[in-house]
């Protein structure tokens, strides 16, 4: 909640930024700020062991893998990551390969998000000297429409309320973090449902293929994403809030060798599953990403689905420019990289939510039970791999590079 800051505190400690959320969006803000010489406070709410192995998304584009890179935070991430220039579609008994790394010269890094936070914790915290809280409990927002807010929480450690006074608040905690509900009634959040699950599973099986599967099937989409040489992530496509308990391991793979079977290819590697959760598809974009003195970049602005990777993307995209704006104003007194933050950043965040629509007729065109998108469903697949000119559109927006940054 937001509110005028408590009365009877003591004295609140100062930092110019305060960053909520440990996720990428809100580590890579407090790194840059840290290379800077700016301090600054991140505040979790989880523990680091916690975020440190929290299963997320693992496809990462090269423009944003080149934006860690000249900020110090890749060096780990370009020895480890495996490099994607192909994906292959699996439809009608067939097999499709897809080659956007010779179209466009460009390729995608697979590295898990645990990873990536793992690298950037240890950045900010053991190497920059960058402070940070685990364990927090209610946050607070304060005097946001002022030039002197604050934050307040509970110390995980001793049980008292600490008062943090700060210049500005970085709102990276997600889209149930208590940023999202300080917003005033005049923010816009458009929300997209496409009315259908996936089940997302995690294997303790090597990949079926050197690289990302997608299976266009009547009874439903299913996807294949090497995450290591001995996990693989697997979707499926189910009903909205499904039961995971419904799904046996019998029939998660009885349902994946069907839906990813092609002529010509041999079966999945079957493995034990470590993890089973149903996810509801749906997109949302807040507009503006700013209120006073708070600032939305990842999850807490906007979300994508993961039909076509690009949520982690996103939050980079994000921190990237929230990180440089407000080192040009704490520095310099330069406030044009804030007053044109939400724009800026909602260019890239729209097209990619139109990307993603794109993608997700193709994955579901055909399992919908409606004769006429899954024939548009095949007449767009079709015409990527007949079409030069509809390959090389669908490989930069895959990519991320038509988009500008």
């Not at 002197?148 to 943090?164: F, M, N």
């Not at 993307?313 to 520095?331: C, I, Q, R, S, T």
Request: net charge negative.
């Amino acid at each position: 909640m937001t509110s005028a800051s408590p009365s009877n505190s003591a004295a609140p400690q100062r930092f110019p930024v305060v960053v909520v959320g440990a996720g990428p969006a809100g580590l890579t803000i407090g790194n840059i700020l840290r290379a800077a010489g700016v301090d600054c406070l991140v505040l979790e709410a989880e523990t680091r062991e916690f975020i440190e192995q929290r299963p997320r998304a693992g496809v990462i584009e090269e423009w944003a893998v080149r934006g860690l890179q000249r900020r110090g935070l890749a060096d780990t991430l370009l020895e480890r990551a495996q490099l994607h220039t192909e994906c292959e579609f699996r439809f009608a008994g067939e097999r499709f390969r897809f080659a956007y790394g010779e179209l466009t010269g460009q390729h995608h890094f697979v590295y898990p998000q645990p990873l990536l936070v793992t690298d950037l914790v240890r950045e900010y915290a053991d190497v920059r000297g960058g402070e940070i809280r685990f364990g927090v409990r209610d946050i607070r927002l304060h005097d946001l429409e002022t030039s002197r807010p604050s934050v307040s929480y509970t110390d995980a450690g001793t049980g008292e309320r600490q008062l943090v006074g700060c210049e500005f608040v970085a709102g990276c905690d997600g889209a149930r973090g208590v940023t999202r509900t300080v917003l005033p009634e005049t923010t816009t959040i458009a929300r997209h449902d496409y009315g259908i699950g996936w089940l997302a599973l995690l294997a303790e099986a090597p990949p079926s293929s050197d690289c990302v599967l997608f299976g266009i099937h009547p009874s439903g989409f299913a996807g294949h994403m090497a995450r290591s040489p001995e996990v693989t992530r697997y979707y499926l496509e189910c009903p909205p809030g499904d039961d995971p308990e419904n799904w046996s391991h019998d029939r998660v793979w009885a349902e994946l060798q069907q839906r990813l079977g092609a002529d010509g290819t041999p079966p999945l590697t079957e493995g034990r599953l470590i993890e089973k959760r149903v996810l509801d598809m749906h997109n949302y974009v807040v507009e503006p990403m700013t209120f006073g003195r708070l600032f939305l970049a990842g999850d807490s602005a906007h979300l994508t689905a993961p039909i076509a990777a690009k949520g982690m993307n996103l939050a980079l995209h994000d921190a990237f420019l929230l990180g440089d704006a407000l080192v040009a104003y704490l520095d310099k007194d330069d406030g044009s990289g804030l007053d044109g933050y939400s724009e800026a950043c909602l260019r890239r965040v729209w097209d990619y939510q139109e990307f993603s629509q794109w993608l997700s007729e193709v994955y579901h065109g055909t399992s919908s039970g409606d004769e006429y998108r899954a024939g548009t469903t095949f007449a767009r697949l079709r015409r990527l791999f007949t079409s030069p000119a509809a390959a090389a559109a669908f490989a930069e927006q895959y990519l991320g590079t038509a988009a500008t940054y």
